[in-house]
């Protein structure tokens, strides 16, 4: 096809003219892998803990030791009112608030059992729920701690227990920014493939180019073609590009097989560009483009679970997620990248994203016209 | 530019007319100019969906679909001891809300497989004789591997599974005499609702989108091709014509303040706990700020492409991630703690967290939004200094 | 040879929802000649044009252009011909070579013959020293008289120009002109839409369209003959009041 050589000739030379272009396609992943990736992590390093201890007892005070001493909880305040500690929680400076109230201690030991409050901000719910287990878990061992120093008189058979040993696997130290990298870089290709290559179609509509190509007996597959490539080969690269700099700034393991990897990419850009090209044969500018396709963009990136727990949406959020090549790509990525899945883990994901890819790639050929309505 | 002249003449000359057409005063004029702006804007669909279809979009994702909890997490057991204490953890574990044991694994040989396919993020491993250990020594060593690939779900999935088994502990122990009981209380969110978390971020997040870009994109468009020129020879005054593009975008923001608090009250019953009016000036204030940020990113943006990078990445990435709307600021590095003093909507976030959800009144945000005054007028100042030399 | 007809539209009509852009629009246009499209603005010249040359469906009509039917061979008809949009649609940033290249290639041209076509389009243009300039950097005239060249790359049988030498000054126009005859002279028809009605007097014969329908189709001295005027400007005026006469009824 020698009208297809001419043609990526063309795109190249343009691309390669437009010094903002080629300044966002090198700054871009440099920006996003070198900036944003340390910046997003969700690791909790200490709840802020006010302390409200108006018992004063040494059991009070072993309590507050022991919270103190647990690897979570970091008492920042301690004082006699109530009202104070609501004014710092109003003002975000602490968390949680912890309430003693008097006769803490004579209560344990004279009833055999004492209530104190915990008050916790709980806007952030999966904040509060993780502090709640992690105190369950002071207060549990505190238990048994009291019950063993104190009760020496009345030997108590100790219960059986069951020890646990939790071992993480393909991220042993939780470091948020292998996490965060691969998921960093799906963004990077999606933008590559759905926002830049539609904008470039619409923009040879806009400023009026696409007329005297009209005109001329191009093939549509050839013109659409032309357009799909020099992004295909953009996105890869900049993904190889990222992978790089994961690799030489946050020691990112590459663990899988990268030609899988760059298969799979492909696929990806070739879903999301039939898309966009779709989509731009809905807008006359630029501006609309942009627009329409930021829309779906943002709900095909937030509904992939790129920062969030995948397998906590309903099921039907699942269901919708079989037609988004977002949460394909970046469940995908992170597979190959972190855990080195092969080609029978990710076959039947590979499948599907293949049979979405060429839906979308047909009806864009199908929608895109070369005669004006 | 010469030729982009003839073919926008069309255009700009109905621009020349409708501004000519109308009253010599300057306000009528300014009037009759933002009201065709608004009717510009207005009568495109596209351009409806982003104002209004990306809030309500994104604030349903938020509700029905996204959650920062982990729920039904897929487990695997491996069950080499097959007893019933095993059994009626692995119980445990099912009626839980958080998992689902959807695989029964006959080896350890498997695990490594189940956990590279993705279809669990956790395996519970029971080694044979583990019943009899627990019955005859009193303590038993059980296995959770956790699939940490994604750190955060990963901590929870540990977390909670450690937390059911200390609960199976104490159920399963002869109640101790001496026992603390915590009566437990969340504040503000008492059914610790995803929304309290998300109504304000996105609040923050989609007025920045559409204030910022959307205007950023549409001055940079008028200068693009061309039809900026024939506006500043119109009889309106340079600022005049600015105030008129982005006024309409003043009265669109705010109706999606409305639509935001409107569904977060109707769809998920998130009431306004403070006063709703100062909620709303607020917005006002933050809504002008982003006007003049995406007016600032305008004069120094020469296409349109330049104006949608810096909205996007500029301003949009870091809002996301350094507003604390997903990720909580206080854990982040220092630098990037600093970076987000200077971001409009870490200051926003914070107000309508205070208005919307604690009910606490000016008296607690009066910082925040003097700090917003602030911005505004530095980063109008700079714009209208960039703009007189543009045209000089 | 010049009652061969290499355009035939029969009863064309056009319709945009109950808008009628051409109203049953019936001319021959021959080969080798320069024909001339004329009205005012919104008459529907550039509607009838973009669809001769496939940017556009007719509604109804028999409509043949070199031969061809409009309705089922308009891929095959976009080989022979040229044409050239009223909003300039090069690449402006690409050079002048580059477009060149990048439009012979599409319409399939060797390498070899796309570079001693381009050289011999250049040489009569002038613009050899151009050749390797950003067509952004070039004046308008220039411009435009490059996108003419373009349109004949190809050796087109017919080639549509769009108001080609609108917002030209009369010095460019009139080189321009000259391009236009040396397409006739090797051969191109021409097909050529303007509301400068001294180009008129240049056109072997024109067309007069207003509101869809074609008013008067005749060669510039018969119609200045049969409206008793001296030259094509008042040939077009008289034709105006007319109308608005016959509105005003």
Request: proline share 4%.
């Amino acid at each position: 096809m020698p009208t297809l050589y001419y043609l990526l000739q063309k795109e190249f030379i343009q691309i390669r003219r437009n010094k903002f272009m080629a300044r966002v396609i090198i700054l871009v992943p440099i920006v996003q892998m070198l900036i944003l990736v340390p910046a997003v992590t969700f690791d909790i390093k200490g709840i802020d803990l006010c302390v409200v201890d108006l018992d004063l007892s040494s059991t009070s005070r072993e309590l507050v030791n022991a919270l103190q001493g647990s690897q979570f909880f970091k008492v920042r305040r301690m004082t006699f009112s109530m009202q104070e500690a609501q004014n710092q929680m109003n003002r975000d400076e602490i968390d949680v608030i912890l309430h003693i109230p008097t006769s803490f201690e004579r209560n344990l030991m004279v009833n055999d059992a004492a209530s104190l409050q915990l008050l916790i901000n709980g806007i952030n719910g999966a904040l509060a729920q993780t502090t709640l287990v992690y105190f369950t878990g002071v207060i549990t061992e505190f238990n048994r701690r009291i019950v063993m120093e104190h009760i020496v008189l009345k030997p108590v058979s100790a219960s059986p227990q069951i020890v646990t040993r939790t071992r993480y696997w393909y991220n042993p130290e939780l470091n948020y920014r292998i996490y965060m990298a691969p998921g960093i870089l799906a963004i990077l290709v999606t933008s590559i493939g759905f926002l830049l290559s539609g904008m470039n179609l619409v923009r040879e509509k806009e400023i009026g180019t696409s007329e005297q190509i009209n005109v001329t007996p191009i093939k549509k597959h050839e013109f659409i073609l032309g357009k799909m490539i020099p992004f295909m080969v953009i996105g890869v690269v900049d993904l190889a590009f990222g992978l790089v700099l994961a690799r030489l700034v946050y020691a990112m393991p590459f663990v899988g097989n990268l030609l899988l990897l760059v298969g799979f990419t492909l696929i990806y850009l070739l879903a999301v560009m039939g898309l966009g090209l779709f989509l731009s044969s809905f807008a006359n500018t630029q501006q609309q483009y942009l627009f329409v396709c930021f829309f779906f963009m943002m709900i095909f990136i937030l509904m992939s679970g790129i920062f969030t727990p995948a397998e906590s949406m309903p099921a039907w959020a699942q269901q919708v997620n079989q037609l988004n090549p977002a949460a394909y790509f970046i469940r995908v990525v992170r597979m190959i990248v972190l855990k080195g899945s092969g080609i029978s883990d990710v076959g039947w994901d590979m499948a599907r994203l293949s049979l979405l890819a060429i839906s979308t790639t047909v009806f864009a050929s199908l929608k895109y016209k070369k005669t004006i309505s | 530019m010469k030729c982009f002249c003839e073919s926008q003449g069309v255009r700009k000359k109905q621009i020349v007319d409708s501004i000519q057409t109308f009253g010599a005063k300057t306000l009528h004029r300014l009037l009759a100019f933002i009201h065709k702006e608004f009717l510009h804007i207005i009568r495109d669909p596209r351009t409806l969906v982003i104002l209004f279809g990306i809030p309500a979009a994104q604030i349903l994702i938020f509700g029905y679909v996204i959650s920062m909890d982990i729920r039904e997490v897929q487990i695997a057991v491996v069950d080499l001891s097959r007893d019933t204490i095993s059994r009626q953890l692995i119980h445990k574990f099912d009626a839980s809300n958080y998992f689902r044991v959807s695989h029964m694994l006959n080896s350890v040989n498997e695990v490594e497989k189940i956990l590279k396919s993705g279809s669990v993020k956790e395996v519970l491993v029971f080694e044979s004789g583990f019943g009899t250990r627990f019955m005859r020594e009193g303590e038993a060593m059980m296995g959770l591997i956790v699939d940490t690939s994604e750190p955060n779900t990963g901590r929870l999935v540990a977390s909670y599974s450690e937390a059911l088994i200390a609960d199976f502990n104490r159920e399963l122990a002869m109640a101790g005499r001496l026992k603390i009981v915590p009566a437990v209380r969340m504040l503000y969110n008492p059914a610790l609702q995803n929304e309290y978390m998300f109504v304000p971020g996105l609040m923050t997040l989609i007025l920045m989108l559409i204030c910022a870009l959307m205007t950023s994109i549409t001055i940079t468009r008028e200068k693009e091709f061309g039809s900026m020129e024939v506006l500043l020879v119109s009889p309106l005054r340079p600022m005049q014509i600015i105030l008129g593009k982005v006024a309409p975008y003043l009265l669109l923001a705010f109706g999606d303040v409305l639509l935001i608090l409107a569904m977060a009250n109707f769809v998920f019953g998130l009431p306004v706990k403070g006063s709703l009016m100062l909620l709303l000036l607020e917005s006002v204030l933050y809504i002008g700020l982003a006007l003049s940020l995406g007016i600032l990113i305008s004069t120094v943006s020469k296409t349109m492409q330049q104006a949608m990078f810096i909205s996007l990445i500029g301003l949009m990435l870091p809002s996301i991630l350094l507003s604390g709307f997903i990720f909580p600021l206080e854990n982040m590095p220092l630098f990037y703690q600093i970076i987000s003093l200077i971001l409009p909507p870490r200051w926003f976030i914070i107000i309508v967290k205070n208005i919307m959800l604690k009910g606490t009144g000016f008296r607690f945000v009066w910082k925040e939004t003097l700090v917003l005054i602030v911005m505004t007028a530095i980063f109008i100042s700079i714009s209208a200094k960039k703009f007189k030399i543009r045209l000089e | 040879m010049q009652q061969i007809p290499v355009i035939l539209v029969r009863h064309l009509v056009k319709k945009f929802g109950t808008f009628v852009a051409n109203d049953d629009l019936t001319f021959d246009v021959f080969k080798g000649e320069v024909f001339g499209f004329l009205g005012a603005n919104g008459a529907g010249k550039t509607t009838a044009m973009r669809i001769l040359c496939g940017l556009s469906r007719p509604t109804s009509g028999e409509l043949r252009v070199d031969g061809l039917d409009v309705h089922k061979q308009a891929e095959a008809i976009k080989k022979r011909i040229g044409y050239m949009s009223q909003k300039f649609s090069l690449y402006k940033d690409l050079t002048v070579y580059e477009n060149m290249r990048l439009f012979g290639g599409i319409y399939g041209l060797s390498l070899h013959d796309l570079k001693s076509r381009i050289d011999q389009l250049l040489g009569q243009l002038d613009l050899r020293k151009q050749r390797d300039t950003l067509i952004a950097d070039l004046p308008l005239g220039w411009q435009q008289k490059l996108a003419f060249s373009v349109a004949i790359l190809h050796h087109p049988s017919i080639v549509f120009l769009d108001e080609p030498t609108a917002g030209v000054d009369p010095f460019t126009r009139r080189q321009f002109w000259e391009l236009i005859y040396k397409a006739a002279y090797e051969g191109i028809t021409v097909f050529v839409t303007t509301h400068y009605m001294d180009e008129a007097e240049y056109c072997d014969r024109v067309s007069i369209m207003s509101e869809g329908k074609i008013v008067a189709l005749d060669k510039p001295a018969a119609l200045k003959k049969h409206y008793g005027v001296g030259s094509m400007n008042e040939v077009f005026l008289r034709i105006a009041r007319s109308e608005e006469e016959a509105d005003s009824r």
